[in-house]
């Protein structure tokens, strides 16, 4: 037994058996050993605390999640397992989406002539319901939006149960067409493998004859002649805008149109590509064929600012704001 001079005289240093280090009796210090255990406990609930705060962080405190997918993913690699995504498509690059009979998205389509132009179409959807806000996102069970196709050719993108087709979008004769559901990644909804789809004919009258056109009797000799538009305004129309869109860009260049909530716009576009116009809160779109005019008229009925933008180039034309 040896003494150690650090402690008082007489006393004992026992020795830890683990370490061979020393305990202190009289200052009830423990070996350094000791000190190891502690701090590596200390060390991992820190970098616990540490990683729990960065998760928060990235999903945001008491934000709502996002069913978009991530930049540099497809639509498809981002769907999730609703259904069984096919190898086939609906004709034009959209995958079809497999789900049972049972409980699957249903349409029927039905076409009236309008009053005025053309025809009001209205869809009845059953296990469905149309999820603007989200396209784009991950197939979510029976939400979406539909597509119009007249004899297999895309009119436009619905977004609700009401759509007006102008009697200008289809031509003299005999058509098809079609309604069909997709999913908010674009694949399309199918059943048994073939697309969740409605159709009804129609028929184009002449140019300016279409279904829904007034036809005016000549007027009595005594009548005053009618009063005629301001240059540039659309019939029933209590405000027009024209658009011209060559090249990538837009003229003149995207502003702000002031309306009155009630008024009647109507949008005139004319684009040298192939493309759909789309008018933001009020799920209004418009196929716009490449080299001619085509117009777009609607009562502004909610206030507020909407954004009139082009799906295939991405184009602002310009902002419709309603007071």
């Not at 190891?36 to 729990?52: D, K, M």
């Not at 759509?163 to 098809?176: I, K, R, S």
């Not at 005594?222 to 009063?227: E, F």
């Not at 009630?262 to 493309?275: F, I």
């Amino acid at each position: 037994m040896t003494h150690d001079p650090a402690h008082p005289s007489g006393s004992v240093a026992p020795t830890d058996s683990a370490g061979g280090r020393t305990w202190c009796d009289a200052c009830s210090t423990p070996p350094r050993a000791a000190h190891g255990p502690r701090r590596t406990l200390r060390s991992a609930a820190l970098v616990a605390v540490l990683l729990l705060l960065a998760g928060g962080a990235a999903t945001g405190c008491g934000g709502r999640a996002t069913t978009h997918h991530k930049p540099g993913t497809s639509h498809e690699q981002a769907s999730g397992s609703v259904g069984t995504l096919l190898e086939t498509d609906d004709g034009a690059g959209h995958r079809l989406r497999e789900v049972p009979a049972e409980g699957a998205p249903e349409v029927r389509v039905s076409a009236r002539p309008d009053t005025e132009d053309g025809w009001n179409l209205q869809l009845t959807v059953r296990n469905f319901r149309f999820t603007p806000d989200s396209t784009g996102g991950a197939a979510l069970p029976g939400a979406g939006h539909a597509h119009l196709e007249l004899d297999g050719r895309k009119l436009a993108r619905l977004y609700g149960p009401w759509f007006h087709l102008p009697a200008a979008q289809v031509p003299e004769g005999a058509h098809t067409l079609t309604v069909r559901l997709y999913a908010d990644d674009h694949t399309a909804w199918a059943v048994a493998g073939k697309p969740v789809e409605a159709a009804v004919p129609l028929t184009g009258g002449p140019p300016g004859q279409g279904a829904g056109a007034h036809t005016h009797a000549p007027a009595p000799a005594a009548s005053s002649p009618p009063a005629s538009s301001p240059p540039g305004e659309s019939p029933q129309a209590d405000r027009t805008v024209t658009i011209a869109i060559r090249g990538g860009k837009v003229t003149p260049a995207p502003g702000r149109t002031e309306l009155r909530r009630g008024d009647r716009v109507a949008l005139r576009v004319t684009s040298d590509r192939a493309d759909t116009l789309h008018v933001h809160g009020y799920d209004k779109e418009l196929a716009l064929p490449a080299g001619q005019e085509a117009t777009l008229t609607l009562t502004a009925d909610r206030t507020g600012l909407f954004e009139v933008e082009t799906h295939e180039s991405g184009l602002v034309l310009t902002q419709l704001l309603v007071r």
